[in-house]
């Protein structure tokens, strides 16, 4: 490990010492015409980190710098709260896409702050994202919690708080979905691969993705059940194998139905928010049009924020019992049918 952490720091050197040669070799040849600008090239706010994920943050650096994209801060951040603002407003201004990896610590305080770096540059960012032109992508490790009862807190405040994930692309678990991720943010629109649409032969079954939680499948069954005898093609996400392929299959569902079903049951209400969010970025990953048909299912419940559940973009189905009655969802079968037709 040593070992690979001094080739790092070398290679670190290395690209450095590259990089002032040119610039020395530019400012001796002035009378040369200066090469093209690279059209693809992006400004990265890529947030520092604690110790734990320092590592992870000097690969996805190195990376971004080999590709040809200009990532900022350039240089530490500062110990005052205020001269970190200035810092961080200042190159937030010239960036288009902020990345931050949360780990398991909290992380260094400035004097005069209650919040740690990480967590200052998670809010700053969420206030620059009230505008038109930063894409932010936040990642945290997935399973135990972290031993700083003030991590948990900040952890479970950027799932649950709509003014900290605005705009956001939370990823849990395995870094590498992180990556792809960006990739795909990062590619050359020429570079893209052209999405799948979704079934549109007449003789095919409608399409329809039910997201659930892992915990809700075996009391989803039976809607799930019915649903298939209707006739519809039911699909769920994928609960084995690791991250990144559930996280393909994800996408790929995103990109093929023609309807979604978000089950509401075990899991948070931040959960649900972050799945509808999901569907507004469908486009985005080359759907050629929007799911047109969306709803929540919620499971019955004693939770007052459960029953309260509303939303404008997604209808929303209520389980009053405990046992399901195939009449709460005719009408939203009905829509998919239609949806298929119209495709």
């Known amino acids: 490990m040593l070992k690979q952490r001094f080739f790092e720091r070398v290679y670190d050197l290395a690209y450095d010492g590259c990089q002032v040669l040119s610039l020395l070799k530019q400012v001796r040849a002035r009378d040369v015409p200066a090469a093209a600008p690279n059209p693809h090239r992006r400004w990265i706010y890529l947030a520092t980190t604690t110790s734990d994920v320092a590592d992870e943050r000097d690969r996805i650096k190195r990376e971004l710098l080999e590709r040809g994209h200009v990532v900022l801060p350039e240089a530490p951040l500062p110990m005052l709260s205020r001269d970190v603002e200035t810092m961080v407003r200042d190159c937030l201004a010239k960036c288009t896409i902020a990345i931050h990896l949360l780990g398991q610590r909290y992380g260094v305080t400035p004097e005069d702050s209650s919040e740690s770096i990480p967590a200052l540059q998670v809010r700053l960012t969420a206030d620059r994202a009230l505008g038109p032109d930063l894409q932010r992508l936040i990642w945290m490790p997935g399973g135990g919690e972290s031993p700083d009862e003030r991590q948990r807190a900040f952890i479970l405040r950027v799932q649950e708080d709509p003014a900290l994930h605005h705009r956001a692309e939370v990823i849990e678990g395995n870094l590498n979905l992180l990556k792809k991720d960006l990739i795909r943010r990062l590619a050359p629109p020429e570079e893209e691969p052209k999405a799948a649409a979704p079934e549109k032969s007449p003789g095919g079954a409608p399409k329809l993705y039910l997201i659930c939680d892992p915990k809700d499948e075996p009391a989803l069954e039976a809607l799930e059940d019915y649903l298939f005898a209707q006739g519809l093609e039911v699909s769920l996400p994928a609960f084995d194998g690791d991250d990144a392929d ?6 790929d569902n995103l990109l093929t139905c023609n309807a979604v ?26 759907r050629e049009a929007p799911i047109g048909v969306q709803a929540v299912y919620v499971a019955p419940t004693d939770d007052r924020r459960r029953e309260r559940f509303r939303s404008h973009q997604a209808g929303v189905i209520r389980q009053p019992g405990e046992g399901f009655e195939p009449a709460l969802v005719e009408e939203f079968v009905e829509a998919v049918r239609q949806s298929k037709d119209e495709g």
């Open 261 to 286: 079903l978000v089950y509401y049951g075990a899991a948070p209400k931040a959960w649900v928010d972050i799945k509808l969010r999901e569907l507004l970025k469908a486009t985005g990953y080359g």
């Open 246 to 251: 559930a996280a393909a299959l994800h996408q």
